[in-house]
């Protein structure tokens, strides 16, 4: 028995020495350029396989939005697929006087139901049905999904994009000798955008609003955490948007944020896998190049102020209990974030993890039980997630999580779980990295929030943390002051209880 130990033990040791090693080596090569007019380009060679993948970051997302376009980088990352000037249509010249007559007449429907009485308006009536009838001419000269069909066609996987509150992604993987294609139909779309079937999109967008948030509890209770949990800050709404905001965005409003956020000297290109860079800088500059700059966008300058006391929030739904709590944290490059990244795997990193051993194996009082503080690129909140199991109740559950956080307080994590967590996320950060996607992404993902660089120190800084460090942050952050709660509530069997409580 003890050999057999002594065998476990030897083999841990290896394979943390080779992962160690590999962890302490990686440093990604990444070669960049910027254009005159700002664009940032930045290079990985991978030649295993002859495929390259491309991103491109625009260093926009809710964060930098207001009240009243809520919403509109999301709505934006819908249009950027509805086509140019030559991609997505059959006849842009015939195209474009609708388009014109199009805001005109949205302009005076507005107009027209601002005045009230919009049953027998007869005007309002009227311009509906002149709009309705230039998309439908409209309609007869859109080349629907052109420029997806076409990547398809070429090999493209991965197509796609994402909406945060610090940025917008655009994901394409390509064979690399179609890497010119590529070139060729983004720069016309960061030129040449043309906001066609607007007013349609916005619709499909209050209706993805409508499916993920207001009749999904999870999205709901979400909502209103970070409602609750920032008075000051932009992070306080969704990235998709509120529906007023959404319902009542124009064309002619948001064109000037497009202008200004989704600009050259606001984007990064990033192109990794089977590439020759010099190549690469050579074709960027080509397609690219003569893309105008605007004038750099303003700073989010607000910070959120200190919270001084705890914050709780009840959202009444049909459905099963779920919790959530937030503790403000700060921003990436902050070196207490690091330690938040070994916290959340010790608390919720697989089945070993101390709330899922605690809450769902041994006390049986919860479903699902999650923790989580990414890096963001300003001060963001540590969350915890867990649905109840019945007949335990969601205060139950936050009290069991509160222990657990005294325990991280009070007892330092011991050397061999620290260890283990410390593994896993050097293996997982590695494992993450092997693919040309992989990389990209995370090239694209801290270039937008810090700096890609950030990926080069990241193993040896969550190595270096130590339980002291964990402690330390514990105390400082999980405090009642420094936390907002949000609980579903089953509206129905609320109601039953007050009534059955009421007749007894």
């Known amino acids: 028995m003890k050999k057999f130990r002594i065998k476990i033990v030897v083999i841990s040791v290896i394979l943390f020495f080779c992962v160690n090693t590999f962890g302490q080596k990686l440093k990604l090569d990444v070669r960049e350029h910027t254009l005159d007019n700002g664009i940032k380009l930045l290079m990985l060679e991978k030649h295993d396989v002859p495929i390259v993948s491309l991103r491109i970051v625009y260093k926009v997302g809710s964060v930098n939005e207001h009240p009243g376009i809520t919403g509109a980088s999301h709505l934006f990352e819908h249009m950027m697929f509805?086509?140019?000037?030559?991609?997505?249509?059959?006849?842009?010249?015939?195209?474009?006087?609708?388009?014109?007559?199009?805001?005109?007449?949205?302009?005076?429907?507005?107009?027209?139901?601002?005045?009230?009485?919009?049953?027998?308006?007869?005007?309002?009536?009227?311009?509906?049905?002149?709009?309705?009838?230039?998309?439908?001419?409209?309609?007869?000269?859109?080349?629907?999904?052109?420029?997806?069909?076409?990547?398809?066609?070429?090999?493209?996987?991965?197509?796609?994009?994402?909406?945060?509150?610090?940025?917008?992604?655009?994901?394409?993987?390509?064979?690399?000798?179609?890497?010119?294609?590529?070139?060729?139909?983004?720069?016309?779309?960061?030129?040449?955008?043309?906001?066609?079937?607007?007013?349609?999109?916005r619709d499909v967008v209050m209706e993805e609003r409508r499916m993920r948030t207001e009749n999904s509890p999870f999205g709901l209770l979400i909502e209103q955490l970070n409602a609750a949990t920032f008075t000051a800050h932009p992070y306080s709404w969704p990235v998709i948007g509120w529906m007023s905001d959404i319902k009542n965005m124009k064309k002619a409003e948001v064109t000037k944020y497009f202008e200004q956020y989704y600009s050259p000297n606001n984007a990064v290109i990033v192109v990794v896998g089977d590439i020759n860079p010099d190549e690469v800088?050579?074709?960027?500059?080509?397609?690219?190049?003569?893309?105008?700059?605007?004038?750099?966008?303003?700073?989010?300058?607000?910070?959120?102020?200190?919270?001084?006391?705890?914050?709780?929030?009840?959202?009444?739904?049909?459905?099963?209990?779920?919790?959530?709590?937030?503790?403000?944290?700060?921003?990436?490059?902050?070196?207490?974030?690091?330690?938040?990244?070994?916290?959340?795997?010790?608390?919720?990193?697989?089945?070993?993890?101390?709330?899922?051993?605690?809450?769902?194996?041994?006390?049986?009082?919860?479903?699902?039980?999650?923790?989580?503080?990414?890096?963001?690129?300003?001060a963001d909140t540590f969350i915890f997630f867990s649905s109840p199991r019945h007949p335990h109740t969601a205060e139950e559950v936050e009290a069991a999580i509160y222990e657990e956080l005294e325990k991280l307080k009070t007892t330092p994590v011991t050397d061999r779980e620290l260890q283990k967590i410390k593994n896993q996320l050097e293996a997982g950060f590695i494992r993450s990295l092997e693919s040309a996607s992989g990389l990209a992404s995370e090239i694209s993902s801290y270039e937008s929030i810090s700096g890609w660089r950030y990926i080069n120190t990241l193993v040896e800084k969550t190595v270096a943390v130590t339980p002291e460090d964990i402690m330390r942050v514990a105390n400082k952050y999980f405090t009642k002051t420094n936390r907002t709660v949000a609980i579903i509530v089953n509206k129905k069997k609320g109601k039953e209880a007050a009534h059955e409580n009421k007749g007894s």
């Not at 139901?113 to 311009?127: A, H, P, Q, Y």
Request: glycine fraction near 6%.
């Open 82 to 201: 509805k086509g140019t000037e030559i991609f997505g249509t059959k006849d842009y010249d015939s195209e474009k006087p609708l388009l014109v007559k199009e805001e005109e007449l949205v302009s005076d429907i507005t107009v027209e139901k601002s005045r009230g009485n919009e049953t027998d308006n007869e005007n309002l009536k009227r311009l509906q049905e002149e709009l309705e009838a230039v998309w439908k001419e409209q309609k007869d000269l859109i080349v629907k999904d052109e420029m997806w069909s076409i990547y398809l066609k070429n090999g493209a996987t991965g197509l796609n994009a994402s909406t945060g509150n610090d940025a917008t992604y655009y994901y394409c993987n390509l064979p690399a000798n179609r890497l010119e294609l590529w070139a060729f139909m983004e720069s016309d779309r960061m030129k040449n955008l043309v906001l066609r079937e607007f007013y349609s999109e």
């Open 281 to 378: 800088v050579t074709l960027i500059e080509k397609y690219f190049g003569d893309i105008q700059r605007q004038p750099p966008p303003p700073e989010v300058t607000t910070v959120e102020p200190e919270q001084r006391g705890e914050r709780r929030v009840y959202v009444e739904y049909d459905a099963n209990p779920v919790l959530a709590i937030a503790y403000h944290k700060p921003a990436v490059g902050h070196p207490d974030q690091y330690v938040f990244d070994v916290i959340s795997a010790i608390l919720s990193n697989g089945r070993t993890s101390r709330l899922y051993k605690s809450l769902i194996e041994e006390k049986r009082m919860a479903v699902m039980a999650h923790a989580y503080g990414g890096p963001s690129k300003y």
